[in-house]
C-alpha cells in the first residue's frame, strides 16, 4: 500500500509506528523526514558502485548486483534493529523517489506480515512541500522583529518570550549559527534543506492568527539563506528595538559566547579574519585582550568597532517600521524576563 502526505503538520505520520529513510546514510544526513530512522539498504560506498555500474555497464547487471546487496542489509537490519519489532507494527518505508530501494525493502517486511506501506514519491514528495510552503506560497503567519545591535539578548528575550505563552521563532536555533563571523557553534550547520525542514516544521506548529516574534536577520544566516516566502515576510514587519548600553551588551555576550572563549586558539583564528576589515593593529589588540581574559573589554571593542558599524550600515539599507524602543542598562535573567513582559504587553496592543 502506498501512502500520500498532502502537509507538514506534526501529526502527519503519527498513524504509523515508525519512519524508515532506506537512503544511504549520506542522502540521510543531508535532509530526511522528521522522525525518521535511517536503515540503509546501500551504504554510501556501495550506492556509488551500483550507480558506476549503471552508467557504464549494463541496467540488468547494476539491478541484480543491487538486489543481492539490498537483501543482505535488509537482512542484518531485519535481525538486529527490527527485531524486537511484533506482528502490530506499522513502518512507512521510503527512498528518494519511491523507487526500488524502498519498493524492494517494504516488499520483504510485508511478506513478513507487517502492515508496511511505502511514501508516494518517497522523499522528494516531501521536499516539494517544504519547497512550496517556503519558497512558492505566500507565509500566513504575521512577523514582529526584535531589533538592536549584537549583545542585546535577542535569543534570549525569544526564548523567555516562549516560556510566557508568546510564539517565537528562533531562525538562528534552526541554523545553528548566531549570525555572525564569530558566531559559529562548536556543530556544523545543517545543510541548506535540513534548515528547510527544521524551518517548514517550526512553522507548521505555529498559529498563523497570532504574532509570531523572531529576530530580525540578514537574509543569510552563517551559510544558510533564509527562503524567501519567510524573507519577504521578515521585511514587510514591524520592529521592536532593544536598546542596550555596550557595558550591558559586553558583560551578555562574554556569557552567551561562553563556548567560544572555551578554546581561544579557535577564536583567535577568527579574529584574525577581521584584518582586513579591521586593520592589522586593531586586531593585534585585540588578541592581547583574547590572550589577557579580558573578555568584557575584547566584546566591548567587537561591537564598538565592527559588530555595531555594520548593523548601522544594515538597518539603513532597509525600511524601518520600529513600532518601540526598549532600553535595557543590564541584561541578566531578571532584565530579559522583564524586557519579555514589556514586549508581550506590546504584543496584546498590535
Known amino acids: 500500500m502506498e501512502f500520500t502526505l498532502d502537509n507538514l503538520r506534526k501529526d502527519a505520520l503519527t498513524q504509523f509506528d515508525t519512519v524508515i529513510d532506506v537512503r544511504s546514510p549520506a542522502e540521510f544526513a543531508e535532509d530526511h ?59 512507512l518505508v521510503y527512498c528518494w523517489r519511491g523507487g526500488q530501494r524502498s519498493g524492494s525493502f517494504a516488499s520483504i517486511l510485508s511478506q513478513i506480515g507487517w502492515r508496511t506501506e511505502l511514501l508516494t514519491g518517497g522523499y522528494r514528495s516531501y521536499r516539494s512541500l517544504v519547497v512550496k510552503a517556503l519558497y512558492e506560497a505566500p507565509l500566513e503567519h504575521r512577523f514582529v522583529l526584535l531589533d538592536g545591535n549584537t549583545g542585546s539578548g535577542k535569543t534570549a528575550i525569544l526564548h523567555q518570550l516562549a516560556a510566557q505563552g508568546v510564539q517565537m521563532l528562533d531562525l538562528e536555533g534552526l541554523a545553528n549559527h548566531r549570525g555572525s563571523l564569530l558566531g559559529a557553534m562548536r556543530d556544523e550547520q545543517p545543510s541548506q534543506k535540513m534548515f528547510e525542514t527544521r524551518l517548514a516544521q517550526a512553522l507548521s506548529m505555529l498559529d498563523p492568527g497570532r504574532p509570531v516574534v523572531a529576530e530580525a536577520e540578514s537574509s543569510k544566516i552563517g551559510e544558510r539563506l533564509i527562503p524567501a516566502s519567510v524573507w519577504k515576510a521578515m521585511r514587510a514587519a514591524p520592529r521592536i528595538d532593544i536598546a542596550a548600553t555596550l557595558e550591558a551588551r559586553a558583560a551578555f555576550l562574554t556569557r552567551d559566547y561562553a563556548d567560544v572563549l572555551d578554546d581561544p586558539a579557535r577564536m583567535a583564528a577568527r579574529l584574525d579574519k577581521l584584518r582586513a576589515l579591521c586593520g592589522h593593529e586593531r586586531v593585534d589588540q585585540w588578541l592581547m585582550f583574547l590572550q589577557g581574559g579580558h573578555y568584557e573589554k575584547l566584546a566591548a571593542e567587537l561591537m564598538q568597532h565592527h559588530y555595531d558599524r555594520g548593523y548601522a550600515r544594515s538597518r539603513a539599507a532597509r525600511d524601518s517600521n520600529v513600532i518601540a524602543t526598549l532600553t535595557a542598562h543590564a541584561l541578566g535573567p531578571s532584565d530579559i524576563a522583564r524586557l519579555a513582559q514589556q514586549i508581550g504587553d506590546l504584543l496584546d496592543q498590535i
Not at 551500483?50 to 538486489?67: D, E, H, N, P, W
Open 33 to 91: 523526514v522528521p522522525g525518521a530512522i535511517n536503515l540503509p539498504v546501500m551504504s554510501n560506498d556501495e550506492r556509488a558502485y551500483i550507480g558506476t555500474i549503471y552508467v557504464q555497464q549494463s541496467t540488468f547487471r547494476a539491478r541484480k548486483l543491487g538486489a543481492a546487496i539490498v537483501a543482505r542489509n535488509a537482512a542484518t537490519h531485519i535481525e538486529t534493529e527490527l527485531g524486537d519489532k511484533d506482528g502490530g507494527w506499522q513502518p
